[in-house]
């Protein structure tokens, strides 16, 4: 069973299929399961076996930018701690991010309605951050990230959009598997650290499992139809439940959403042999 998303009423355009490269086979989900969108539409919102979250008992999430919206959706009607971290200071960032779309209103580039979603972003990122919900100015790097995992409950979920920067915390997250419940990783120059993302997997899959993966349209394939950015859900083996054979193809209509909304997400087929 998968579970559509309320508010995706866009009608997805996809590219003209893909087989995935048995060189990138590693990253096919192993198995379907029951699935619901958490997040924007677009870029931000990610998939999750919606029977996960009251198994949570922690959020981290690494790199928020000016968009939380999978932590405000994931986190709905959830009383456990949030803890975002983030390179940049995003009040300073969304406050530039405003005057510029003072600028843009003022020369008529942007619309009465996009004008207002800019001078809320201030407002809602402090009432959203307050409480147990923490925001962290911090680079994510080895030393602040042994840290914090020691500390983390068990049944921790853990999101990680860093830019690139993940695959230098990759050790210590195999280290501290046992307390994830889920992580939902944004991969980064896949085909230039395919050694390093394959190994991870790898150390991972006695564990937990792949169960959706989708192709960020941000950056096309290679001529050789190897992905360079994709995103992965992957979960504790211990939590699945209703686990049926792997999909044929992805994206998942009424789930997935291409990230740039003006290009065609990108139409994914498991290879035969695979």
């Known amino acids: 069973m998968i579970y559509s998303h309320p508010f995706n009423t866009f009608v997805m355009k ?3 299929p893909l087989t995935l490269s048995l060189h990138q086979i590693y990253l096919w989900p192993k198995f379907s399961t029951p699935l619901a969108r958490y997040g924007s539409q677009h870029d931000g919102g ?13 959020v981290v999430s690494f790199g928020i930018n000016v968009n939380w919206s999978f932590e405000s959706s994931l986190l709905k009607n959830l009383s456990i701690p949030l803890a975002a971290y983030d390179i940049n200071d995003i009040p300073f960032v969304i406050s530039r991010y405003f005057f510029a779309g003072v600028y843009k209103f003022f020369f008529k580039s942007l619309s009465l309605k996009d004008f207002f979603a800019r001078a809320l972003l201030l407002p809602h990122f402090f009432l959203f951050f307050r409480g147990s919900r923490s925001f962290h ?13 020691q500390e983390l409950p068990l049944n921790t979920l853990l999101k990680c959009d860093i830019e690139g920067s993940e695959y230098s915390i990759l050790d210590q997250i195999i280290f501290y598997r046992a307390k994830f419940a889920a992580l939902i990783f944004e991969f980064h120059d896949c085909v230039a650290n395919h ?22 349209n941000y950056e096309s394939p290679t001529d050789d139809k190897l992905l360079k950015l994709v995103e992965l ?4 083996n211990d939590l699945l439940e209703n686990i049926i054979d792997p999909p044929c193809f992805l994206p998942i209509d009424g789930l997935d959403s291409p990230t740039i909304p003006s290009l065609p997400d990108i139409l994914l087929t498991k290879p035969q042999n695979g």
């Open 195 to 216: 050694t390093k993302l394959k190994a991870f997997i790898g150390a991972l899959s006695d564990s937990h499992s792949i169960v959706h993966l989708h192709v960020n």
């Open 14 to 16: 996809l590219s003209a």
């Open 46 to 58: 990610y998939l999750l076996p919606p029977y996960i979250r009251p198994h949570l008992r922690m």
């Open 137 to 149: 100015v911090k680079k994510i790097d080895n030393k602040v990230i042994e840290v914090l995992l």
């Open 233 to 236: 859900t992957i979960c504790r």
